[in-house]
C-alpha cells in the first residue's frame, strides 16, 4: 500500500523586516499543527534576529522546527544599510543555484527529517519556485502584502493598454478606471509608488509586476488578510490566481491559537535593538492622548519632512511616541542626522525611541492614535488594535493601503504626497478630537471582524485548516 509521506514544509521569506516577521508566524501556526518546519533565513538576517529577539528558544518547544540559513547574494562586507533594498533584490536573483543545492543536499534529509513535501515561497521572489517545480515539490506562493496592491501589480497589462500607464505628473488626481473593483476611489497616486516611474525598466517594477505574475503558477496563494476586509478584491482576484488561503491577521491569528486572547506577547521578531523604556513612560500618560509615529523598517525621509512632522507635532499640542530609527534619514551627510530640536526640545510631551515592541505599544491604553507609513503588517496591527490612523505612505504598497484605510474602509485619514507641518497639525487634531468618534466607530467594526476571522470557526481560522489537510495530502 502507498504509505503518504510526512508532510515537511520548507519556508523562505525575502530577507526584510516584514517579510520575515509574517512569514516566522506562519511558520509557529504551522507547528501548532504538528507538521515539519524548515525555516530557510539569509545568513544576514538569521544573525541579526538571533541578537535581538528570543527567536532561538521560542522555537525550541517545536522539535519539528529547525532554522536553516542561505547566503543573500551580496558579498560579505557589504554595508546593507537600510537602503540595500536595491542590491538585495539584484543579489538574491543569483542565490537560486544555492537553493537548489540545499534542496537537493542531503542536509534536508539528514538527522532523521522528512524530505520537503511542499515548500512555501515569498511571492516577491517567486523565481525560487522554479527550483522546487523542477523537483516536482509543490510550491506555495505566500504574500505578504494587502490584496489591494497585488491586485493592482497583476492589472500592471490592463494599465498599459488602457494607456493608464505610464502618466505624467500633472494630473495625479485622475482616477484610473481599469482596475476592476477599484474604479471610482482609485486616483494615479494611490498606485503602487513605482507606477509613478517613467522608465519602464525600472528594478521594482520589474519585480513587483514579473513576481506577481510568476507567483500565480504556483500550487496555492497565502495572504496576511482576511475575508470581511478585503473580500470584494478577493472576487476579481480568485479567477486569476491558484487557491487563494487568506490566513490574516497572522499576528492576532497566533496570539488567538497561543493563548486563546488578542494579547501581544513579549516576544518580537525585531532587527533592531528593542528600547521598552517607552512602555514606562506610555504607562504615566492620560488615556487615549497620545499619537504613536513610525514609518516601519525601511522608508527614509528627508530632514526636512523630519522638522515639518516635529513641528507639526508639536503644534497639534498632543503628546506623542516616535519611533526614528537612526538610519532613517535619508541624505547621509553630516547635517542630515536626526535634527537637534527633535531630540532636545520634545521635553515631557514627546518620547523617542529607536525601536519600540510596536504591538504592545498599539494597544496600550494610553495610545490613542496612529501616525503610519501604512506598511501592510502596521495597517493589520493597527486593525487588531482598533486604533485609526493618519496616513503617510512612501513606498511600494503603501500608496494604496492608505487609499483603502481612508476611503474603503474609512478607519483613517490620507496625507499622501504632503508634507508640511500645518497638515501635520491638522491631521493629528482631527485624529485625535475633530473626526476621533466617526473613525473609531468604523475601525471598532473592522476590528470586531477581524478579531472573528481569526477565532475558532472564523474565516481565516477554517482556511488554515484547510491549508494543513492540503498540505498533508501533497504528493512529491
Ligand atoms: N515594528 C516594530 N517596532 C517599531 C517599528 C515597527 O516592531 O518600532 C514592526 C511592526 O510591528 C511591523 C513591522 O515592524 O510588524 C513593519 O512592517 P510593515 O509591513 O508595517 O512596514 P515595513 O517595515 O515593511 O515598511
Known sequence: ??????AHVLIFPFPAQGHVNSMLKLAELLCFSGLYVTFLNTKHYHKRLLRFTDAETRFESFPKFRFQTITDGLPDDHSRSVSYIKDLITGIESVQPAFRELMISNNLNSDNWPPVTCTIIDGLIAFFMDVSKELGIPSISFRTTSACYLWSCFCYQNLTEAGEFPFADNDMDKLISCVPGM??????????????????NDPFLKLA?????NSTRASATILNTFEDLEGPILSEMRPHFPKIYTLGPLHAHLSSRRTNSFAPSDSSNSLWEVDRSCMTWLDSQPLKSVVYVSFGSIALMTRNEMLEFWHGLVNSGKRFLWVIRPDSVKDNDQKSQIPTELTEGTKDRGYMVGWCPQEQVLVHPAVGGFLTHSGWNSTLESIIAGLPMVCWPVMGDQQINSRFVSQVWKIGLDMKDVCDRLTVEKMVNDLMENKRDELARSMDEISQMAKKSVSEGGTSWCNLEELIEDIKSMKL
Do not use: A, H, N, W
Open 1 to 6: 500500500m502507498e504509505q503518504t509521506p510526512v
Open 183 to 200: 474604479q471610482g476611489f482609485l486616483r494615479r497616486r494611490d498606485l503602487p509608488s513605482f507606477y509613478r516611474i517613467k522608465e519602464l
Open 209 to 213: 509586476v514579473t513576481q506577481t505574475i
